[in-house]
């Protein structure tokens, strides 16, 4: 089935919902099934009541005399451009069975590099999280107790204890001043990501950032080299297909170079000379590869063989990210809790000292 989970009205549609949407609709149609009654069998398999209403929706448009695409792009923000291209190129060439695996075939695989990503970065995050978290309830808890032992004992304190005493003064006293400006910032920094510039900056900066950099490039260049090949084996234009690919990019110099890239085709300039002026994004291997596939009339083929050896680079980067990450966060945070620990210590050795 589509789903297996409790129904839930304001329950989103997956991504693997949409996969399995995919696989599913080619199947029934190679069997030779007609598309109002594969959107028909689907609605009785989905537990996902607002992707139900969708499937219905869509029956009713196949019924009404619509294409298959014209009654997705009411819900281009659920499906994607890209979806609904390749559906619409599929209907064209009449190999609608053949779009649909590769578009289900392409969901899987940016399912599975999406995975290994978030879950070579979810470990630091939780880590980072709970050692923050831990330290605000010491700060807030633990130092004032021993603040006021400090006192009693009337030893000097070295500088590392007066700085976490005084940083545990600033946040019991002004806790909504903190509060407030840690909140200004969190919100002041969403706003400039989603503005153009602000992504623009942002995403230049990550790019250049050691370990990140090369994964995000390599990413990139999966997700292009991928959606590419699809897209001009479903037999859609190349400038469309340039147009569709940087939609789908969510890294913003890479989306540009696409943008400029359909601008540039259509003066007749090769992709693979294109791509050159940025080498800061596409590393060298990916514009030969392309020169090639241009050359031999192969270029389909040739972005696919790219997308396998860069996920594939993808995954013996989230795997290496790992192992190194680990030991460096363990270093950190035995850096903070030895310097906590030396820091309240210290005074206490220094008061037994004077007795």
């Given at each position: 089935k589509l789903s297996f989970e409790i129904p839930n009205p304001f329950r989103r549609v997956t991504l693997g919902e949409r996969m399995l949407f995919a696989r599913y609709l080619a199947v029934m149609i190679g069997a030779g099934l007609v598309l109002n009654r594969g959107f028909e069998a689907l609605e009785e398999q989905s537990g996902n009541p607002k992707f139900k209403k969708i499937l219905i929706d869509l029956r009713t448009s196949i019924v009404a005399g619509k294409t298959f695409s014209e009654g997705l792009k009411p819900y281009e923000k659920i499906f994607g451009i890209l979806f609904i291209n390749m559906v619409e190129a599929g209907e064209i060439s009449g190999n609608l069975v053949k779009v649909l695996k590769l578009l289900a075939k392409q969901m899987k695989r940016d399912h599975d590099i999406r995975a290994?990503?978030?879950?070579?970065?979810i470990y630091p995050?939780?880590?980072?999280?709970a050692l923050g978290l831990i330290g605000v309830l010491m700060m807030i808890y633990v130092v004032p107790t021993?603040?006021?032992t400090f006192k009693e004992l009337d030893v000097q304190l070295p500088l590392t204890t007066r700085i976490i005493?005084?940083?545990?003064?600033?946040l019991l006293n002004y806790y909504w001043?903190?509060?407030?400006?840690?909140?200004a910032v969190v919100f002041g920094f969403t706003r400039l990501l989603k503005s153009p510039a602000g992504k623009r900056i942002f995403d230049k900066i990550i790019i250049r950032v050691p370990v990140f950099g090369p994964l995000i490039q390599k990413l990139n260049s999966a997700r292009f080299a991928r959606t590419l090949s699809s897209l001009i084996s479903a037999g859609v234009p190349i400038i469309r297909s340039l147009e569709v690919t940087a939609a789908v990019l969510g890294n913003a110099n890479f989306r540009e170079s696409l943008e400029t890239a359909s601008a540039s085709i259509q003066k007749g300039e090769p992709l693979s000379q294109i791509l050159k002026k940025h080498p800061e994004l596409y590393p060298a291997m990916v514009t030969q590869m392309v020169q090639v596939g241009e050359e031999t009339g192969t270029t389909s083929q040739m972005l696919l063989r790219l997308a396998l050896f860069y996920e594939e680079e993808v995954n013996n980067t989230t795997k290496n990210m790992s192992s190194i990450i680990e030991p460096v966060l363990m270093?950190?945070?035995?850096?903070?809790?030895?310097?906590?620990?030396?820091?309240?210590i210290q005074p206490i050795y220094g008061s037994l000292g004077n007795i």
């Open positions: 290994k990503v978030r879950g070579a970065l995050a939780i880590v980072l999280f021993l603040t006021q005493i005084s940083r545990s003064n600033a001043y903190i509060g407030g400006a840690l909140a270093l950190v945070i035995g850096g903070i809790v030895g310097l906590f620990a030396l820091s309240i």
